[in-house]
């Protein structure tokens, strides 16, 4: 099993940046990637950008160049994660769950919200 905490989600300009934390508990030595979906009010979840721990990299189209998902860290005890979001837009306003998977099993956060203001 594993738990994951996110944080740093909240009120922004557009143009502006926020970055947001995922902290993974648990089995974390068997998680083989984490990233960052969102979910718009009316749209269906979508992939945001992942990282693998051998640090390959996965973005959607729209964020492309504008937000940057970071090496995994391993520190007492945790996986952590982060989501540099740069230049945001209004399109980016949704709630930002963290996810991990170990194999074909995917774990959730409870998410965070993120408005962007225009």
């Known amino acids: 099993q594993v738990q994951l905490v996110e944080s740093g989600g909240g009120l922004v300009q557009a143009g502006g940046s926020l970055r947001l934390s995922c902290a993974a508990s648990?089995?974390?030595?068997?998680?083989?990637?984490m990233g960052w979906y969102r979910q718009a009010p009316g749209k269906l979840r979508e992939l945001v950008a992942s990282?693998?721990?051998?640090?390959?990299?996965?973005?959607?189209e729209s964020v492309k160049g504008r937000f940057t998902v970071s090496t995994i860290s391993r520190e007492n005890g945790k996986n952590t994660v982060y989501l540099q979001m740069n230049s945001l837009k209004a399109e980016d306003t949704a709630i930002y769950h963290c996810?991990?998977?170990?194999?074909?099993?995917?774990?959730w956060g409870q998410g965070t919200q993120v408005t962007v203001s225009s």
């Open positions: 990282i693998t721990t051998v640090g390959s990299t996965t973005y959607a």
């Open positions: 996810n991990a998977f170990i194999r074909f099993s995917h774990y």
């Open positions: 648990g089995n974390i030595f068997s998680i083989n990637g």
